[in-house]
């Protein structure tokens, strides 16, 4: 790094001085914690297309599905038990692939289909890496993004090892899940699925449909990884869904 790109970066940090300080004050209290970045907060700030109100963390920006996530992998995984682990990452979420980059190491793998900050250009329907590959997979919130699911599942349960596992969430909005492949449009999309990139409406066979190309599936509510309390505090509304822990076991 040159002195001119240090004074470059010394000089942005000086400029978001006085929005992190009003940022701090505007929110300041202990009503909501953030588990990401351990910081509490009066409130979450709105968010999503159709805005959710106390979503969205105003420090780190996790949202609900975030929070979740991170407080089971800290608290329930032995993702940092010191013992190395090879971990991919699909579509890593900003909010905490740099905590994870930090505590991984070189272990730690990042991959997307278009994100130039991914450490490697991935399609999740054709891995590129060997079977039996890797310890943990973490792919949430993508699926639904992908006309053959089924094939992605089964690659991501390819390279994943026996004895490993991925968590692998997607929004629960149906009782059944909902597709139909001539719909393209993104203004069709948005209108029948709610997002404009989304392909289908997963629903509650969403785990049959991942047992289906390999997994053992089992699904955790928030209300077993914290108390009625802790999930207010943290934010773990029916927006932050339940946890998808698929593992592989041959």
Not at 100 to 105: D, E, F, I, S, V
Not at 135 to 146: F, K, P, R
């Amino acid at each position: 790094m040159t002195a001119i790109d240090r004074l470059l970066g010394f000089t942005h940090e000086l400029c978001r001085l006085p929005r992190n300080l009003s940022r701090s004050v505007r929110y300041s209290g202990s009503q909501r914690h953030c588990p990401v970045c351990s910081r509490s907060a009066r409130l979450f700030r709105p968010a999503g297309i159709v805005k959710r109100l106390d979503a969205n963390c105003p420090f780190c920006g996790a949202m609900e599905r975030h929070r979740l996530t991170w407080h089971y992998l800290e608290k329930n995984s032995d993702l940092f038990n010191g013992q190395a682990k090879a971990v991919l990452h699909v579509a890593p979420e900003p909010c905490f692939s740099g905590l994870l980059k930090r505590r991984l190491g070189s272990s730690y793998l990042t991959a997307d289909l278009t994100d130039p900050k991914a450490m490697v250009r991935m399609d999740i329907t054709a891995i590129t890496y060997a079977s039996d590959h890797f310890d943990v997979i973490l792919c949430n919130h993508v699926l639904e993004h992908i006309p053959d699911d089924r094939l992605a599942m089964r690659e991501l349960c390819r390279v994943l090892k026996p004895g490993g596992w991925a968590l692998l969430l997607v929004p629960i909005v149906a009782e059944l899940t909902e597709e139909d492949p001539s719909i393209t449009e993104p203004k069709e999309r948005l209108k029948q699925y709610g997002h404009e990139e989304h392909v289908r409406n997963y629903g509650r066979d969403y785990a049959d449909r991942l047992r289906s190309c390999g997994f053992t599936v089992e699904v955790i509510l928030p209300s077993a990884l914290a108390s009625t309390d802790e999930c207010i505090r943290m934010g773990f509304t029916p927006a932050a869904g339940e946890i998808y822990r698929c593992t592989k076991l041959r």
